[in-house]
């Protein structure tokens, strides 16, 4: 399994830069590294001096570089969902369609780079793998995406499940599916056949590295100006809604940093000198990825003393809403929505208050 490491950052502040810096110092260090570009311009390798592909080469001694193609992704990740359909349908319908005709869709990009992670994490060949998405909003829902997806299926499954429509038509379904499907009917239901439970597998084994500050973890990237301090404190609390763990803050160009540094507290911010020709001075710079361990979790439940705890740094009380449905509460923050699960000891029980304190939103039953 592989460190994967990310940044946030308003655009302009360096994210691309110090993102390379960090592949480079990590394999100095003796880190098998891969540096994954999701930018398809030529400024991706002009940045890094190379001429790239959307396979992994090697540039220096332990770091290799691929520059992410949406269009290659979604032919490769086609031709293996043709292999799948084959596995469980028996007149596939997939099969007469063609990856090369594909056209890529808005938003095709961040599952297709996502999935890209998961296979890079999951051949074993990489310690860190450090990704230069678009270091905004759509890198967090990017991360997100496993715990989303996960709710939608949940919730959806519940929904059906006790509907009319699903009563009326259950004596049908699992004749018909039997009859399509390339396995044998267990008479539960058709959300825990052989295909939706693989795909909930790849989804909660991806929300549980998200929520694993050694498996995937953050950093923030400033510059000394107001607007690039503010867009960084934003994604700070944004990124706690996906439940990524933001471990500290590189300042780019940094001369005041001792005057910036109250405002991220507790994160430890790190002064990142300009660069010149010269990468060493970036390199030398970046702090240990373990400090992403010392940074504050961004949920805990504590099943003893009924509480759950989110921590939404950079936010107040008047930008949080808290709903409850079921087995689950919902929080609103900013511009992103967390639906948390409880565990079984506080599933069925009411919320019975709430208050943000030292930037966390503790929720009591």
Not at 149 to 157: A, K, N
Not at 308 to 316: E, I, Q
Not at 318 to 334: F, M, W
Request: net charge negative; glycine share 8%.
């Amino acid at each position: 399994m592989s460190l994967i490491l990310t940044f946030l950052g308003k655009g302009g502040t360096g994210c691309t830069t110090l993102a390379i810096a960090t592949a480079k110092s990590l394999s100095q260090r003796g880190q098998r590294v891969l540096l994954v570009g999701q930018d398809p311009t030529p400024a991706f390798g002009m940045a890094i001096g190379a001429s790239l592909s959307p396979d992994p080469q090697e540039i220096e001694q332990n770091l290799k570089v691929v520059q992410l193609s949406s269009a290659i992704l979604l032919e490769r990740s086609w031709e293996e969902l043709k292999q799948q359909e084959a596995k469980y349908i028996r007149t596939p319908f997939f099969k007469a369609v063609y990856g090369q005709e594909l056209g890529v869709l808005p938003g095709m990009d961040s599952a297709l780079a996502l999935n890209a992670l998961r296979e890079y994490d999951a051949s074993g060949i990489y310690d860190v793998i450090v990704y230069d998405g678009a270091s905004d909003l759509s890198t967090l829902r990017m991360l997100g995406m496993p715990e989303i997806l996960s709710w939608y299926i949940r919730r959806f499954r519940k929904v059906f499940s006790e509907s009319d429509f699903a009563k009326a038509l259950s004596p049908f379904i699992q004749p018909v599916a039997s009859a399509v499907l390339n396995v044998e009917w267990s008479g539960s239901s058709i959300f825990d056949q052989p295909a939706t439970n693989q795909v909930n597998n790849i989804l909660d084994q991806g929300r549980v590295a998200v929520a694993d500050p050694s498996r995937v973890g953050a950093f923030l990237v400033t510059t000394s100006t107001p607007e690039a301090i503010a867009t960084a404190k934003y994604f700070w609390g944004s990124a706690q809604q996906v439940g990524l763990t933001v471990g500290g803050v590189l300042h780019n160009q940094g001369t005041d940093s001792a005057a910036i540094a109250p405002q991220f507290a507790p994160l430890p911010l790190t002064a990142i000198p300009t660069r010149a020709e010269d990468w060493q001075p970036l390199v030398d710079a970046i702090p240990d990825p373990q400090v992403m361990l010392q940074a504050p979790r961004p949920i805990t439940i504590n099943s003893a003393e009924r509480k759950v705890s989110l921590f939404l740094p950079t936010f107040d009380k008047r930008e949080i809403k808290l709903t409850q449905y079921g087995p689950e509460v919902t929080i609103d923050a900013g511009n992103q929505r967390r639906n948390v699960i409880l565990p079984p000891e506080l599933q069925g029980q009411s919320v019975s208050g709430a208050k943000f304190q030292d930037g966390y939103l503790i929720i009591s039953f």
